[in-house]
């Protein structure tokens, strides 16, 4: 593929970015890490989490080719046929979408994510206009699909020069579409609230839509289930696991910032609740210890890392606290994936295996399957930040964990942040 200079001068940002990627897209661009750097071994999760998915998903065979695991002796939940591939479709983008927002360039990261941009482009058009593919999504076959729908919604908003590049027909295409899993989300009592909510506020932010009911529903319901010191009820009630950090925290504080930006009233809540995440980012830090373990309690622990979104997205949007220093959150962070990596059972044949280190199936949810497992990109967003941004180069400080038990270090008073309802 050749152009003129004439012609690239006539393009719009957005086609040179496109045309960027499907330039530098040509041939495979695997990453290989350098042990010692933190952003390489990041970018070898990313790679080796996402490339299998991708590449299936530009071929249009995604479908056939993921392994399904179930939780054993489940009752064989079967949501509906789209719903595997929607899951890791959705859940996949909403992680990856930030690194592939920094665009193509001459680096050698820069040429893999060309190639990236390029798969990305192909298997939107597969999901979404291509109907004698077998990845096709039909959004409206089951209830759960709304959870995936809201990802797509969350990968708008992280990605939006790639999604400005997209053809207008697909654009349209996708927000109609996704726009009918809106009724799966009413009613609900629990974090589920956050989806339509995340989804609304993805298309408002491109006027692919105007609605802001399903943000204003979520926002009053999770105030009425706040408990304090950073942490939401999932419905009334707390549950002792990570969905402050896989859903209600992160999916709010976006939805809200969509507001600030369009002037609507409810962005005046942004700094509250950006105070309540970045209080929970610090419980979080402090449950990682220095070989990259962590507390493992309650459901969905399958998601392995995906379960520091709060921490991954504050440092991504360059909002981490002053008690969590970039070179901490890093550090904390690198630890957790690089364990991550060093366990070869963590994949059976590419793809993700269920469980939280190795292959433990019985951890799975029991209306959980492949497709699930890939929320685990949430805990990439820091991969949006370019190689020279502080989070990267500030100078290592150890988690806290190992300043208290290793180092021997009086780190000072940890104390419970309440405060006035947002």
């Known amino acids: 593929m050749k152009l003129k200079m004439r012609e690239v001068l006539k393009m719009d940002v957005y086609k040179l970015v ?11 661009h695997q990453w290989k890490p350098k042990t010692d750097d933190p952003r390489s071994i990041h970018l070898q999760a990313l790679d080796r989490i996402a490339r299998p998915v991708l590449e299936h998903l530009s071929r249009g065979d995604l479908a056939t080719a993921m392994i399904n695991q179930t939780l054993p002796g ?60 077998t990845d096709f999504i039909h959004w409206n076959q089951c209830h759960a699909i709304i959870v995936e729908a809201a990802y797509v919604g969350h990968t708008l908003l992280r990605m939006p020069t790639i999604v400005k590049a997209m053809p207008d027909g697909l654009k349209l295409k996708m927000a109609t579409n996704i726009q009918t899993t809106y009724k799966m ?12 909510s995340i989804l609304q506020a993805g298309l408002w932010y491109h006027n692919l839509s105007n609605r802001t009911d399903y943000i204003y529903e979520a926002i009053k319901l999770q105030e009425s289930w706040y408990k304090g010191d950073g942490a939401y009820g999932d419905g009334v009630h707390f549950h002792f696991d990570q969905y402050n950090s896989y859903v209600m925290h992160p999916l709010l504080v976006d939805a809200v910032s969509v ?94 295996s269920a469980g939280v ?55 000072g008073l940890d104390e419970a942040q309440d405060g006035p309802a947002c």
């Open 259 to 352: 507001c600030a930006m369009k002037n609507d009233p409810m962005g005046a809540k942004h700094a509250c609740l950006l105070k309540r995440m970045q209080r929970w980012a610090v419980v979080q830090e402090r449950m990682i210890h220095p070989d990259g373990s962590y507390l493992i309690v309650g459901r969905s622990e399958h998601y392995r890392f995906g379960a520091f979104q709060s921490i991954s997205q504050l440092a991504l949007q360059g909002q981490l606290p002053a008690n969590l220093p970039k070179g901490k959150a890093r550090t904390a962070l690198t630890a957790v994936i690089s364990r991550f990596l060093s366990n070869p059972d963590n994949f059976i044949d590419g793809w993700l």
């Open 18 to 28: 496109l045309c960027l990627a499907i330039l530098g897209g040509v041939g495979c």
């Open 357 to 411: 280190n190795g292959h433990q199936p019985s951890m799975m949810n029991p209306y959980g399957d492949t497709g699930a497992l890939y929320l685990v990109s949430l805990g990439l967003l820091q991969l949006g930040l370019p190689a020279t941004d502080p989070f990267w180069t500030d100078p290592a400080i150890n988690c806290t964990q190992a300043q208290i038990w290793q180092e021997g270090k009086d780190i």
């Open 74 to 133: 489940a009752p064989g939940i079967i949501l509906c046929p789209s719903y595997r591939l929607s899951a890791a479709f959705g859940r996949l983008f909403a992680g990856i979408a930030p690194w592939l927002e920094l665009g193509a360039d001459s680096t050698t990261e820069g040429q893999m994510r060309a190639e990236y941009i390029n798969l990305t482009m192909k298997a939107f058009h597969n999901v979404f206009m291509n109907e004698s593919c």
């Open 185 to 196: 989300g009413e009613s609900v009592s629990n974090n589920w609230c956050n989806f339509p």
